[in-house]
């Protein structure tokens, strides 16, 4: 089973000291799969016989197997993306600013891409399709990327909420939870508290639990069915949404795609419905494409 795959199965339990290794793994992973047990064990805080039981814990009849596996995605996370990336050391102006942010956007986006299980993205399609409701929570800085999930989830005719702490209603709306019903959580160090509560609550009430985080390690992975990664990392006062953002555009179109005709009659409906409220300046200059078609804009003439 892959590396990442491993951490999320819920039939997997793991010790404090356990995942204290795990998440050593995951920060310094190009290093990490290269060090002795004892080595491993002296970065990660913990003694050999931890990291031996972990390897015993992850179904590898020792240390050396667990390297093994580990050491086979090595090859996947190297790529050509470092000779693309030029990083500005020392940032001395504007233009340097703005330079280092996108590169770093960029090799987000990368290690994003280098990370993601197809299995688990399928999984999440599959959970996201299926739903007869579809609560989504993120908040602060990742509410954002939770707004983007849940306004197109309703542009494909899909009874999405955002949900948002206020005077106690959050709650009301959660009422009645079910089997039928997935619940998203999107979340990023630092970790919203009442994200995790959402999450677990539903879990608890055997509904659907999907994650959107930045490792399988994440508090909110405890709680979540599956579990979709997104690199924040930007050297900055802020953390990054744009691999975040990025992966929930690659759900929803995945989703738009598995019943294109679904789609086109939703989406002329509700283009309908805006010309006629006016939502928009002008709708004259765009055009309805087939799911997957290159947009196309008409000039005026």
Known sequence: MPFRELLVDSKIRLTPAQRRIMQYIVDHYDEAIFLTASQLAGKAGVSEATVVRLAQALGFDGYPGMQRQFRRGLQDRLSTVSRLEHTV???????????????????????????????????????????????????????????????????LGKQASLLLPGHGEMWDILQGLGRSDLVVGISFPRYTQVTVEVMEHARKKKSRVGAITDSPLSPLARHAHWVLTATCKLDSYIESFTAATSLINALLTAMSIREPEKTLRILRQREALWEEKGVYLSNSGVRIQEPGARSQKTKDR
């Open 89 to 155: 050391d020392h940032v001395q102006q504007t233009g340097d600013v703005v330079v280092k942010v996108l590169q770093e956007d960029i090799h987000n986006l990368s290690q994003t891409l280098r990370n993601l299980s197809l299995d688990i993205f399928e999984r999440a399609v599959a959970d996201l399709q299926r739903a007869k409701r579809i609560f989504v929570v993120g908040l602060r800085g990742a509410h954002a990327p939770a707004l983007t999930l849940t306004t197109y989830l309703r542009f």
